[in-house]
């Protein structure tokens, strides 16, 4: 391997009490993996990077005659089609050349799908409804209107109806093409979804009113009959509306992050799914697939599955997402982890317990190779282009600026804060530098170029353990030990015997030391004090590991500490030398 093109990633300083899953991340293969945290035996992979898919949900559709799942994507102009039953991508795309498709349904026999899309770029001065033959896959425009912001599609016998946010209205198409007509053009505010729950009745979400209005086809004209949904019920800005299999009306809050169902006998409304469940947010539509709920969010650029009592599944279906390629960190209570990407200059957070996309941060920097919580919650991200470790708020995402620089920091890798509560950084240059915790000046070489006398060191992966500090360093297949607050040099724990380039470390529950070894794609095992292989904890290669980097045990909520909750999962991210597939 090409050591020096090698990008530093993660260290993090440990939480006093261990027993959660072990986690490691890597670079070129963008994923997390996870692994027994007894045996070392695969698990399965916590969270890799896409390349094909929807970009932004504007809609979802099933097929009537198949099942296959459709998603508009509404910011690379694309319709996807996934296996419902997996969440698997269907490549390629089955429609491209797109403005921005939004709502979208099939016809009965499933032969066409209808989308709403955008007539010109500006799509302020018309929209139109598109038509995708699923046989050919070619494409056409069912119509267009003047001045309209087309939102929900649903079909209905030899018309195809589109909601107009925008003129607070509904217009009807026929399904073969033609000028489009109001049909409902009094009485709303921003509709959003729509649905037939029969022939004659079409239900509309209008999130203006944070309600669901019901008109009934009478004589030909749409009239309105009642309110199935009452602002009063707390669905802010309702707006993906499902049939359920039990006849009750599913509505998605995209202003609440919810789902409810509505009794339409009754009208009673009973919480589905709860607030920001499986990371749920502004949940723009949803479907039903047997007793499976799909609901499409574009904050995490997925289709999250539920079962019918509103549970999570665990499947799901995503789009194309930020490239799994650096350093992570766990938050203190080890509920959720941030990933950095060098490729792509962001910062990805996820549910620690789920491995939903919780929020993505663009453009942090310039070739963020790191990224760990501070004590305020904040984040701080090193990056190499800039020499620097910025940071980042929590409450916003907002870039608050350059935290930490000078110090002859250079193109810095890894860090963590102290038990002294100063930020260190490892660096190319051949320290750990160390910076004060609150301002960011520095204070000085935490281990300088000549190892504080033990020999240079290539500074990788560290992590603080009681009274002592562990480095791994990379170009000389090491790693050492330093006295935790003084820094004085101790000794030269593992020095090959098997260790190549070695890169994240961490100790475990037992207090045995994990190095990530990613010379040869393995997780090793040493004893902590004497630093004697225990054994290849994960063997090289396992689940596709390839150059594993970063490493580090989840930190149990206290709960789970009182509880003695010691066992867990093993995750550990890694990198593959495989090539990328272009997007």
């Given at each position: 391997m090409l050591r020096a093109l090698a990008f530093p990633l993660l260290l993090l300083f440990a939480a006093p009490a261990l027993g959660g899953g072990l986690f490691a991340a890597g670079r070129d293969s963008r994923s997390l993996v996870e692994y027994d945290s007894t045996s070392g035996a695969l698990i399965g992979v916590f969270a890799d990077t896409t390349d094909d898919g929807f970009q932004n949900p504007g809609g979802i559709a099933l097929r009537p005659s198949d099942g296959v799942l459709y998603a508009t994507s509404r910011s690379s102009g694309e319709i996807w089609s996934y296996d419902t039953p997996t969440g698997d991508v269907l490549t390629p795309a089955v429609a491209s050349g797109l403005f921005r498709p939004g709502g979208c349904d099939f016809d009965a026999a499933g032969s066409f799908l209808y989308f709403s899309d955008s007539d010109t770029v500006d799509s302020l001065s018309s929209d139109a409804v598109g038509r995708l033959e699923i046989a050919t896959g070619n494409?056409?425009?069912?119509?267009?209107?003047?001045?309209?912001?087309?939102?929900?599609?649903?079909?209905?016998?030899?018309?195809?109806?589109?909601?107009?946010?925008?003129?607070?209205?509904?217009?009807?198409?026929?399904?073969?093409?033609?000028?489009g007509s109001t049909v409902i053009n009094s009485g709303l505010s921003e509709p959003r979804g729509l649905v037939f729950s029969s022939a004659t009745r079409l239900l509309v979400a209008d999130a203006g009113t944070d309600r669901v209005l019901e008109?009934?086809?009478?004589g030909g004209s749409w009239v309105f009959d009642r309110v199935v949904l009452a602002a009063g019920a707390g669905v802010g800005e309702p707006c993906g509306l499902a049939i359920a299999p039990d006849t009750t009306l599913t509505v998605t809050?995209?202003?609440?992050?919810?789902?409810?169902?509505?009794?339409?006998?009754?009208?009673?409304?009973?919480?589905?799914?709860?607030?920001?469940?499986?990371?749920?947010?502004?949940?723009?539509?949803?479907?039903?697939?047997?007793?499976?709920?799909?609901?499409?969010?574009?904050?995490?650029?997925?289709?999250?599955?539920?079962?019918?009592?509103?549970?999570?599944?665990?499947?799901r279906a995503r789009g194309v997402s930020t490239d799994l390629d650096a350093g992570f960190g766990f938050a203190d209570d080890g509920t959720t982890l941030a990933v950095a990407s060098t490729s792509d200059g962001d910062v990805v957070e996820y549910d620690a317990d789920t491995g939903v996309l919780l929020r993505t941060l663009?453009?942090?920097?310039?070739?963020?190779?790191?990224?760990?919580?501070?004590?305020?919650?904040?984040?701080?991200?090193?990056?190499?282009?800039?020499?620097?470790?910025?940071?980042?708020?929590?409450?916003?995402?907002?870039?608050?600026?350059a935290f930490a620089q000078g110090g002859g920091m250079v193109a810095p890798r890894s860090l963590a804060f102290g038990p002294n509560g100063n930020l260190?950084?490892?660096s190319a240059s051949g320290e750990v530098i160390e910076f004060d915790g609150t301002t960011g000046s520095y204070v000085g070489d935490f281990v300088d170029t000549t190892g504080n006398g033990g020999g240079a060191v290539d500074p990788q992966g560290f992590r603080f353990d009681g009274g002592t500090f562990y480095l791994a360093s990379e170009f000389t297949?090491?790693?050492?030990?330093?006295?935790?607050?003084?820094?004085?040099?101790?000794?030269?724990?593992?020095?090959?015997?098997?260790?190549d380039a070695p890169t994240g470390l961490d100790l475990g529950p037992g207090g045995d030391l994990y190095v990530a070894s990613s010379g040869d794609d393995s997780v090793r095992r040493y004893d902590a004090t004497t630093g004697a292989l225990v054994g290849v904890f994960v063997a090289p290669g396992s689940g596709g590991l390839d150059t594993p980097v970063d490493l580090a045990f989840r930190p149990l909520p206290e709960a789970?500490?009182?509880?003695?909750?010691?066992?867990?999962?093993?995750w550990a991210a890694w990198l593959g030398r495989s090539r990328r597939r272009a997007r």
């Open positions: 494409v056409t425009q069912v119509g267009k209107t003047s001045n309209a912001e087309f939102d929900g599609i649903a079909v209905s016998g030899s018309f195809v109806f589109a909601s107009d946010s925008d003129g607070d209205r509904i217009v009807r198409f026929p399904v073969a093409g033609g000028p008109y009934e086809d009478v809050g995209c202003a609440t992050d919810d789902v409810v169902k509505v009794d339409l006998g009754t009208l009673t409304v009973q919480t589905l799914v709860a607030a920001g469940t499986a990371g749920l947010a502004a949940p723009k539509d949803a479907a039903w697939s047997g007793t499976t709920l799909l609901a499409a969010t574009a904050v995490a650029n997925a289709v999250i599955y539920f079962d019918v009592a509103g549970a999570p599944t665990g499947v663009n453009s942090v920097c310039f070739l963020p190779t790191d990224v760990t919580y501070g004590p305020a919650g904040d984040f701080y991200v090193s990056c190499i282009g800039g020499n620097e470790v910025v940071r980042v708020s929590a409450a916003t995402g907002a870039v608050l600026g260190f950084v490892s297949d090491e790693v050492k030990s330093f006295d935790a607050s003084s820094g004085a040099f101790l000794s030269t724990l593992v020095s090959g015997g098997g260790l789970g500490r009182l509880a003695g909750l010691a066992a867990g999962a093993l």
